[in-house]
């Protein structure tokens, strides 16, 4: 069965730093991966997808992600965070096999202090 | 385009109780996602239907919790007895055919 975890529930990053959240799926083929954000009282959104190719994808507001098949693994990225990034971000994956349901990874809470 | 809408947004439940939620998914978009959300478990799949047929009916809720796709553009979830460990808010989504899953503002059940 398809599976994504995400091993740090909670990040505290000084605004202008660098950020990384960590995501491993567990899967024998490529699925599509995925980064959504919740930001506080709101819905889900989507950042980023990967589905083939450039294993770098780009995203919205500077946010990018990797796609490692060796690693298992689609680590988000952002070169310089603010502090409206304060948000919980959640890595999903789907795949053919799993008639293309979407599994959500249990999610990264990201502080960005001052 | 309207996003997916739920209603209601708040609920309030007794115990025992039966409770029906409501989504409309995105116009034209043909796959309808139901999921929880608590802080404990995060987001987990209840029901999935793709082309109004079910493809996912939530393994361990199945025994309470009924999701139906009565057209393309409306499902119910039904919980039947509702019981205090199902407060949480409940997400439905739908899918459009780029794979892109656009998320509701969801309903928060509280059951008393």
């Known amino acids: 069965a398809q599976s994504v975890t995400q091993p740090d529930a909670r990040v505290t990053v000084s605004e202008g730093a660098s950020l990384q959240l960590r995501c491993k799926y567990s899967?024998?083929?490529?699925?599509?991966l995925f980064w959504y954000v919740q930001y506080p009282r709101q819905g889900l959104q989507m950042l980023l997808k990967?589905?083939?190719?450039?294993?770098v994808v780009q995203g919205v507001n500077g946010f990018e992600a990797e796609f490692s098949k060796s690693d298992s693994s689609f680590h988000l990225r952002k070169a310089s965070v603010h502090w409206s990034d304060s948000a919980v971000y959640f890595c999903?994956?789907?795949?053919?096999?799993?008639?293309?349901?979407?599994?959500f990874g249990s999610g990264t809470r990201l502080l960005v202090s001052p | 385009d309207a996003g997916v809408t739920q209603t209601p947004r708040h609920e309030v439940a007794e115990k025992g109780q039966t409770i029906i939620l409501k989504c409309e998914p995105v116009?034209?978009?043909?796959?309808l996602f139901w999921y929880r959300q608590t802080k404990i478990q995060g987001l987990e799949l209840l029901s999935y239907?793709?082309?109004?047929?079910?493809?996912?009916d939530g393994g361990a809720f199945k025994d309470r919790f009924k999701a139906e796709m009565l057209n393309s553009s409306f499902s119910t979830l039904k919980i039947q007895p509702t019981e205090p460990k199902d407060s949480a808010v409940y997400l439905c989504?739908?899918?459009?055919?780029?794979?892109?899953?656009?998320f509701g503002k969801g309903t928060r059940l509280t059951v008393v």
């Open positions: 239907f793709r082309s109004k047929s079910l493809m996912e």
């Open positions: 990967y589905y083939s190719g450039d294993p």
């Open positions: 999903a994956v789907s795949a053919e096999t799993g008639g293309y349901k979407v599994v």
């Open positions: 116009s034209g978009h043909n796959d």
């Open positions: 989504a739908s899918r459009s055919d780029r794979g892109e899953v656009f």
């Open positions: 899967y024998s083929a490529t699925p599509y």
